[in-house]
């Protein structure tokens, strides 16, 4: 992953994260990416959680989904955060990975309600939400990685109104991750 990352993953520098992870030196980038997915799986806990799943075209890495949740068996609402390499976006990965993200979730998982988030500017991301059936659910101003002020438009989508494409989504090992999460069985 850090191979891919270091090649870049924002375009014309727009902010798309809250942490810098995806600037400086290889070397950089690659603790960093490290740093993160270590720490996600250290302090993963039942009530709260994030998990980051690499997606692959013809088996080759191309970018991350990751899926985070605080409370889940409670409120059945998760966020989706993601990155693709530059030279991978425009394609429709980021959207073919959302989706199957969401569909998992909503038909494996029994979530009901999904939260994601893009910072002015951020076109792509837009795009990606809309595609998929999110509606505007306000604003939020968070200090972006460039360290300023900025408004990050929330998006909220309900299980029911998710534009589902015609490829199927198939997940194995649903019920083993069920028990991880600490949910009944389907």
Known sequence: MADIAAGGVRRNNIPAFL??????????????IAQYQWGTRANFRVDDWTMEFTVRVNGR??????VSAT?????RAVSTGSWL???EQGKGYGTQMRRAALVAFADHFDAREFNSGYFEG???SRRVSEKLGYTPNGVKTLVAQDGQARVEQQVIL??????RGTEPVEVAGAEVVRRFLGLKQA
Do not use: M
Not at 71 to 75: M, N
Not at 158 to 163: K, P, R, S
């Open 19 to 32: 942490v810098n992870w995806d600037s400086g030196t290889p070397e950089e980038i690659a603790r960093s």
């Open 71 to 75: 409370d889940f068996v409670r409120t």
């Open 85 to 87: 390499a530059l030279h």
């Open 158 to 163: 309900a299980a029911q109104e998710i534009v």
């Open 61 to 66: 890495a191309v970018g991350v989904q990751g």
């Open 122 to 124: 951020n076109a792509a």
